[in-house]
């Protein structure tokens, strides 16, 4: 399941090959999609496809331990919500069947790319961002992912980032291609500084379009590569997660052992801890602009 703003979709994956096994059932995102409005449409999708078994369901916000943390472009009753569980109820009912995972849109598009599209057998350091509404961003290091990295609301001279340079941000302001280019240009050297990725995955419907705004775009270290699963990443990658989510594991870029045994080197259970309280990057103002640290190549900052 993809939970987005304007549609939530799905439909069952196939986790061999990284695609949709049937054709992807969509309904749109209810006014206001409120958790148990939008669990409703879950429900609807699910029970389209008679599904009866595990369900990964995106969502574009923070997700830790089931529970929706942060909610940047979508209804605020999301944040604190125990969504998992919510989801789960619904879908399941008092059944208990359809168990669902909820995770991070980006984090989502991120796995399918790096096991089955552009990351594929990729190591070192590799950035997955989403451009769309907002930019979501999926962390990797040897095809292991540090969910919810939020890079998105990056601070960018005195802006939020992604009030900058997301494809919503081109359309509001009417910005050709070479003047977004520009502001992904800024924006990437801008995370290249503190991370240094060997790879960009640029994935969202723009990634489409590679092509008109790739070339232009100068001076970023890392290879740019766009994503290849483009609009059915995050359902494939929610596929993902909750098949990782069945034997205790994170997910991971590598697919699970024959024998249903974690991924990757041994990865522990997945964290339940909830992390301390307190604004999230989502929600805190941006202040002023910071300078750029000095020698750091100059990529049109
Ligand atoms: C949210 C992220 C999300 C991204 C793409 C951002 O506004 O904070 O969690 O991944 O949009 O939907």
């Not at 992807?24 to 006014?31: E, M």
């Not at 941000?169 to 003047?179: I, T």
């Not at 992904?184 to 240094?196: C, D, G, P, R, T």
């Not at 024959?258 to 080197?265: F, H, L």
Request: proline share 8%; aromatic share 4%.
């Amino acid at each position: 399941m993809d939970i987005g703003g304007s549609g939530i979709k799905g439909a069952p994956v196939d986790l061999e090959r990284g695609e949709l096994a049937d054709e992807r059932y969509k309904v749109l995102t209810p006014h206001p999609a409120t958790p148990e409005a939008v669990a409703d449409c879950v429900k609807d999708v699910v029970d389209h496809f008679g599904w009866t078994g595990p369900v990964g369901a995106t969502f574009p916000g923070v997700v830790t331990g089931g529970i929706t943390r942060t909610a940047a472009n979508v209804d605020k009753h999301w944040i604190g919500t125990d969504a998992a569980a919510l989801l789960t109820d619904r879908v399941g009912g008092a059944a208990g069947g359809c168990p669902v995972t909820l995770l991070n849109d980006a984090d989502a598009a991120g796995l399918a790319e790096m096991r089955f599209g552009a990351g594929r057998d990729r190591t070192g350091t590799v950035i997955v961002l989403t451009f769309g509404t907002g930019i979501g961003s999926a962390v990797f290091t040897n095809g292991r992912l540090i969910p919810n990295t939020e890079l998105g609301h990056l601070e960018l001279h005195g802006h939020d980032a992604e009030k900058r340079a997301s494809t919503k941000a081109k359309e509001d302001e009417e910005l050709n291609w070479q003047q977004w280019a520009h502001r992904v240009q800024k924006y990437l050297a801008h995370v290249e500084m503190l991370l240094s990725p060997a790879l960009f995955v640029i994935g969202g419907g723009v990634s489409r379009k590679a092509e008109k705004f790739l070339p232009l775009i100068e001076g970023i270290r890392a290879e740019i590569v766009p994503a290849r699963l483009q609009n059915n990443a995050g359902i494939v990658g929610a596929a993902m997660a909750a098949q990782a989510a069945r034997t205790g594991a994170p997910p991971t870029a590598e697919p699970p052992a024959a024998d249903g045994s974690p991924a990757g080197n041994g990865a522990g259970p997945a964290a339940r801890t909830r992390p301390a309280e307190g604004p999230s990057p989502a929600d805190r103002a941006p202040s002023a602009a910071v300078d750029s640290p000095v020698g750091w190549p100059d990529a049109g900052r």
